[in-house]
């Protein structure tokens, strides 16, 4: 399971759209499951996205669709930057039906837009009523997320992708809300049939449909994921077995101590002696 795996949850599903301005970006190798639209707004920043580098200026904007890895840093020691970030998801645009949200899934907005000072400096405006919480924030952040995406329409900034293309982006996009899922509530009992309650795929396809993205079947990934939480609990908390089991959706102490070897190599009491003796070797305890 990839460490770069990285699910953002920003804003709401009522209103799937998050907006910020910081000045340090995460500097590691990510990627997840919203587009988002990267704006230097001060200084310089170095954006790395799919192993290559770019140095952009203030006033330069990058769009990340869902699953590009991606990270940012300062040009050099001592050389700061800042930015605004927009991410969202293609809710806002609708129900799946929408013919807004139609014409969006088809086509693959430009990776280096082009945004005019106008809406540059709607974006930190609205930047600014979420940092300050203002009523009916939300009303003039889609606003701006909207205009910037016809802007980017009415300019021809974008390509039109393959039908095959999009069954792709959406089957992507499906599978890391379901994983997105997966990781929220894998303490909870998930069950296939509120997966499908999720993607409305049928059963057959769904399990097809996730193996062939993931590389595992469903259980076998929920499974692995709880396994890789429960080693953090071990190491970070000073839980029993029994409680790290039922802390990580093992309702069963016989069934995670089954699982747990399954990956580990080892049963969780194992586990627990090794850690110890390796905090006690490095002069920890």
């Known amino acids: 399971m990839s460490s770069q795996y990285e699910s953002i949850q920003r804003g709401t599903p009522e209103f799937p759209v998050g907006i910020f301005a910081q000045t340090i ?3 590691e190798p990510h990627h997840h499951i919203e587009y988002e639209i990267l704006v ?8 790395g996205i799919e192993g290559h580098e770019y140095t952009l200026e203030a006033g330069k904007a990058v769009f990340l669709e ?10 050099s020691e001592g050389e700061t930057y800042r930015y605004n970030a927009i991410i969202f998801s293609d809710a806002v645009l609708g129900s799946e039906n929408d013919p807004c949200r139609i014409f969006f899934e088809g086509i693959r907005i430009n990776r280096f837009p082009v945004i005019p000072e106008k809406l540059l400096s709607d974006i930190r405006t609205v930047t600014q009523l979420e940092l300050e919480e203002a009523p009916g924030r939300q009303l003039q952040i889609k606003a701006c997320l909207l205009s910037l995406i016809a802007h980017f329409v009415r300019t021809k900034q974008y390509n039109t992708v393959s039908p095959l293309d999009s069954y ?8 890391d809300s379901v994983l997105a899922y997966v990781h929220k509530h894998f ?11 999720i993607t409305h795929y049928s059963k057959s396809y769904f399990i097809r449909l996730f193996r062939d993205n993931v590389g595992m079947g469903l259980t076998e990934y929920v499974n692995k994921y709880r396994i890789e939480k429960s080693c953090l609990d071990m190491l970070y908390t000073d839980k029993n077995i029994t409680e790290v089991a039922s802390s990580n959706g093992f309702g069963n102490i016989q069934y995670f101590s089954r699982v747990f ?7 969780p009491k194992q586990y627990q002696k090794k850690l110890k003796g390796t905090v006690i070797q490095a002069g920890i305890l």
């Not at 303490?187 to 309650?197: C, G, P, W």
């Open 261 to 267: 070897k399954k990956y580990m190599g080892c049963t």
């Open 40 to 47: 230097i707004s001060e200084g310089r920043a170095v954006v």
């Open 25 to 27: 970006y995460l500097n």
């Open 187 to 197: 303490r909870e009992n998930i069950t296939l049939e509120s997966l499908l309650d």
């Open 168 to 175: 792709k982006k959406h089957s992507r996009n499906t599978i």
């Open 66 to 75: 869902p699953g590009t890895e991606h990270y940012a840093r300062s040009v």
